[in-house]
């Protein structure tokens, strides 16, 4: 059950980016932009659970050399590998550069965490 929040979270937080940034997009109809967003999400929560914690224990030198903000770039580079993921898929989401990236995964952040936060364990 815990999962399923999670990645609905994860999708809300998705379809926040795309419907805010100009450079995310979501495209078909209604349908197929929810089915989207939800395999999206679905997507991204398997590669914070899988890919991520590998990425972030061999980037630990980047940490230090950067305080940290090395976590921005690994967010963008794990949400443009969902959006890859998602495009072989034959989903309907789209990411047009690395700086869209870095701000769609700034902002599915910050989405995620206030949407934890309401929906509680």
Not at 18 to 44: E, K, M, N, P
Not at 70 to 96: E, H, K, P, S, Y
């Amino acid at each position: 059950m815990r999962l399923i929040v999670r990645v609905l979270v994860t999708a809300a937080a998705v379809g926040v980016a795309a419907w805010v940034l100009g450079g995310i997009r979501v495209d078909g109809t209604t349908g197929r932009q929810v089915v989207s967003v939800l395999g999206v999400g679905a997507i991204l929560a398997l590669v914070h659970l899988l890919v991520r914690p590998i990425v972030r224990t061999l980037a630990i030198p980047l940490y230090v050399l950067t305080l940290g903000l090395v976590t921005f770039v690994i967010n963008a580079l794990m949400l443009m590998l969902a959006a890859w993921i998602g495009a072989r898929l034959d989903l309907a989401f789209r990411i047009q550069d690395f700086w869209s990236a870095l701000l769609g995964a700034l902002i599915v952040s910050v989405v995620s965490v206030v949407l934890s936060k309401v929906v509680g364990d």
